[in-house]
């Protein structure tokens, strides 16, 4: 659920740059709607929330990034999903150091977690699913390689102010194991429209999902981020295997 709050390929890349100052701060808690769509029918199924908090570990300041994502009871018939990340990152230069996925989508179970040991030159990572059981797995340490929260927040970091249509930007992201680029595509400003008569301006940007339990590969997911400095992802849409999922913004907190 939440891999969709994370392509199309184009020609130009690494053109964006980034927002002079965090556009996020301690406490701040994103809510969303989960939507699924098939044909006519449309349930907002499940709750999405992201949150920040700022700590303190080892005489360090570290952003400790927490996100949910749980279907509703009603609808756990369908497809049950109850999913928990979290990832600290160092204040100072945005470097991960912990990541964690502990999920359950449907009777598929995942508990993993991601050691960034810049000190060692490795990155550690322990995987465990109740399909293939538990292994070790390790790569060479990279300052420029992220976990997928903490891509999710670097990514609000991207400055599209004076982005072009077409510019890009890449990520190298680990996914259950798995070293990827991503690219990130700027196409434009839009206006979008939520219930209760909620109207955002936005930059609409496009990436392209990784093939996993609900995503096909090489489908492209569209998310639109709000343009007042915050950078807060207003709306997403993503393909799935039967039908689409979305992500609408709720509240702020």
């Not at 810049?118 to 790569?139: A, P, R, T, Y």
Request: charged share 25%; glycine share 6%.
């Amino acid at each position: 659920m939440l891999v969709f709050t994370y392509m199309i390929c184009f020609s130009a890349f690494s053109q964006i740059t980034l927002l002079e100052k965090y556009p996020f701060q301690n406490k701040e808690e994103v809510i969303y709607d989960a939507i699924y769509k098939w044909g006519l029918i449309e349930l907002r199924a499940g709750i999405v929330v992201f949150r920040v908090d700022s700590i303190q570990e080892n005489g360090e300041s570290i952003y400790h990034f927490t996100s949910t994502g749980n279907t509703k009871e009603k609808y756990d018939w369908i497809f049950k999903i109850r999913d928990t990340f979290q990832s600290k990152v160092r204040v100072d230069n945005f470097r991960p150091l912990y990541y964690q996925r502990n999920t359950l989508e449907r009777s598929y179970s995942v508990f993993n977690e991601t050691f960034f040991q810049e000190d060692e030159g490795l990155i550690m990572m322990h995987l465990e699913n109740n399909e293939d059981g538990f292994k070790q797995v390790s790569l060479p340490y990279q300052d420029d390689v992220l976990d997928l929260q903490t891509a999710v927040y670097f990514a609000r970091l991207l400055n599209f102010e004076d982005a072009r249509m077409g510019d890009g930007y890449e990520f190298n992201i680990i996914i259950d194991g798995q070293p990827y680029t991503i690219p990130i595509r700027y196409e434009g400003k839009e206006t979008v429209f939520l219930a209760k008569d909620r109207q955002y301006s936005c930059y609409r940007i496009s990436t392209q999902v990784i093939e996993g339990t609900i995503f096909k590969s090489g489908q492209t997911i569209k998310v639109w981020v709000s343009d007042d400095g915050r950078q807060i992802p207003v709306k997403v849409e993503a393909p799935i295997i039967i039908g689409e999922v979305k992500a609408e913004l709720v509240e702020i907190r």
